[in-house]
Nanobody
């Protein structure tokens, strides 16, 4: 049974930083790309960032490029999302997810290409 557990969310002022973590179990972590998505109230879930299984390639939504950094530690089966220069519009529940295909050489930004999801962690940015 694959499990993903996010942590690190919270309340922060605009301009501040947070680091999200997602610990995975139940699957050979290094075989799969990982992604972060977010969903704000009343909005659809949207892609935030993705990373290939080796960590060699990363992808970002335009709205977070230059502010967020995705990384992974395959020895710890954990993926991270470092969020800097946070804005009120970054307020959302953040989810990590695993790519449904092993050994993909490029990441996908499509939510339906991810098969396991964490429970989400709330990030609130105050103005």
């Amino acid at each position: 049974q694959v499990q993903l557990v996010e942590s690190g969310g919270g309340l922060v002022q605009a301009g501040g930083s947070l680091r999200l973590s997602c610990a995975a179990s139940g699957r050979t972590f290094s075989m799969y790309g990982m992604g972060w998505f977010r969903q704000a109230p009343g909005k659809e879930r949207e892609f935030v960032a993705a990373i290939t299984r080796s960590g060699g390639r990363t992808y970002y939504a335009d709205s977070v490029k230059g502010r967020f950094t995705i990384s992974r530690d395959n020895a710890k089966s954990t993926v991270y999302l470092q969020m800097n220069s946070l804005k009120p519009e970054d307020t959302a529940v953040y989810y990590c997810a695993t790519d449904r295909r092993a050994f993909r050489t490029v990441s996908t930004t499509a939510a339906n290409e991810y098969d396991y999801w964490g429970q989400g962690t709330q990030v609130t940015v105050s103005s």
